[in-house]
């Protein structure tokens, strides 16, 4: 608070005290009358000096103790912390002690709530992810039955439920991974690990990962660069992220009637970064939902036409992606299909966006 707030709010008291002193002047005044004597204007003159004097002096030392106050409040930084509070001087006025009591109170109140909510997301946090692995398990047995019974002679009947099983499978494994992610990026920064990785490798991992669905879906993935190509990142997170897109392309594309529905990786450079592009030729992205694809819960058009978007996935994906200092855009034309560029800048780490 300036020197000038602080007697503007102070104006009314200052008023009433020239008043005041004004009211004992006239009183000794009309007293001298009374006795026949003439009051000495130079005298009136000298008492409103001597007393403006002592309202200047006493206004200027309450400042002075509470102009400490002033600047902790007015310094405070721009993150939501409290703990400028505890800067607060002491023994200013009772006032003063007072104001700092509540809010210390308040701080150690909301302290001790918020502890307290950390301690229950933490274990539905730990207990999601303990549910989440436990059925991973079930979902492996059962691939793994599926998988030994693939060989057999089956009928066309047959053979047509065994794909359907395996695909509502693929679904809820693909379900299970995206929460057990959606639940670890409240701790990224534990579980991380910056390093060179090969991008090319981990796209091949991931079309091999979901080989069925290609095939079942009649989709043609194909790696179009064959180059080796070491980029920092975390090789986990980094692997998430392109399983979540490959499976955005597989989901739309497989409901487009055409006859060669494909997937394509490509891998380029420019200047100082790395771009990972995956393209397909599926239904696309209507032009108001383009910029709209990385929002928590938006599913746009295409959800609701398809009923199978969680609106989790890309936002999951561009979450990670700031987070390990990566960029990722798309662009998309309704009814001819989408691409996907995660851009890799060298020179720039998770270090660095720390540093910012």
């Not at 746009?300 to 996935?313: A, D, F, L, Q, V």
Request: aromatic share 12%; glycine share 6%; net charge neutral.
């Amino acid at each position: 608070m300036s020197f000038k707030d602080y007697i503007i709010d102070r104006l009314l008291y200052i008023i009433f005290y020239y008043i005041s002193t004004a009211l004992v002047i006239l009183i000794m005044g009309l007293d001298l009358i009374i006795r026949g004597e003439q009051p000495n204007l130079g005298n009136i003159l000298y008492a409103l000096l001597i007393s403006t004097v002592i309202l200047g002096l006493s206004i200027g030392f309450d400042y002075y103790k509470k102009r400490r106050v002033y600047q902790v409040l007015k310094n405070k930084p721009d993150d939501d912390s409290f703990d400028y509070i505890f800067n607060i001087p002491d023994n200013i006025n009772r006032e003063h002690e007072a104001f700092k009591r509540i809010l210390t109170d308040n701080y150690m109140y909301f302290e001790n709530t918020l502890d307290e909510y950390r301690r229950k997301f933490k274990t539905q946090v730990d207990y999601k992810s303990r549910w989440v692995h436990q059925m991973k398990t079930p979902i492996s047995v059962i691939k793994l039955i599926l998988e030994n019974e693939k060989d057999r002679e089956l009928d066309q009947i047959t053979r047509k439920s065994y794909e359907s099983i395996e695909e509502e499978l693929e679904k809820l494994s693909h379900g299970l991974e995206m929460e057990l992610y959606s639940l670890k990026i409240n701790d990224f920064e534990m579980d991380f690990k910056v390093e060179e990785v090969d991008v090319l490798e981990i796209a091949r991992s991931v079309i091999n990962e979901n080989k069925n669905a290609f095939i079942v879906n009649s989709i043609y993935p194909k790696i179009k660069s064959q180059s080796k190509q070491l980029v920092k990142s975390d090789g986990k997170w980094l692997k998430f992220i392109v399983s979540q897109i490959v499976s955005n392309a597989i989901k739309y594309t497989r409901v487009k009637d055409v006859e060669n529905r494909y997937l394509h990786v490509y891998l380029h450079r420019e200047a100082d970064r790395t771009i990972l592009s995956i393209e397909d030729n599926g239904v696309g992205i209507p032009r108001k939902d383009v910029d709209r694809v990385f929002r928590p819960f938006f599913t746009g058009e295409n959800g609701r036409r398809y009923k199978e978007s969680t609106g989790m996935g890309l936002y999951l994906t561009k979450e990670i992606c700031d987070r390990l200092g990566h960029g990722i855009g798309i662009q998309s034309e309704e009814g001819k299909g989408t691409r996907v560029n995660i851009t890799f800048y060298e020179g720039r780490s998770i270090y660095d966006l720390r540093k910012d």
